[in-house]
Nanobody
């Protein structure tokens, strides 16, 4: 069973930056980040394709967050800049176990493996 091991996160001030990491213990394909704020549903943040060639972002983070992938180590990173209080949430990485012929998915139900979650708190 593949595991996704997350690191990073923490508490920062608005305007600061944070970097989240996610390492897969086995082979996976597309990897995405989702977040869930208190009392809200889980929401898509960003996704990168299995080879790192394609990526997609939620409108709310475009221009501020960057997802990247190190294929050699099967690791994915989420660089979060210009953080806002509304970015406060638990962040989860998720990975697909199979190669999809469709576009990158923003739907959580398409992902088979999930990380343990990491908390990000942004204070104003």
């Amino acid at each position: 069973q593949v595991q996704l091991i997350q690191s990073g996160g923490g508490s920062v001030q608005a305007g600061d930056s944070l970097k989240l990491s996610c390492v897969a213990t086995g082979s996976v394909y597309d990897i995405a980040w989702f977040r869930q704020a208190p009392g809200q549903e889980r929401a898509f943040v960003a996704v990168v394709s299995y080879n790192g060639a394609k990526s997609d972002y939620a409108d709310s983070v475009k221009g501020r967050f960057t997802i990247s992938r190190d294929g050699a180590s099967n690791s994915v990173y989420l660089q979060m800049n210009s953080l806002k209080p509304e970015d406060t949430a638990d962040y989860y990485c998720a990975a697909r176990s199979t190669l999809s012929i469709f576009d990158l998915s923003t739907k959580g139900y398409n992902y088979d493996y999930w990380g343990q979650g990491t908390q990000v708190t942004v204070s104003s």
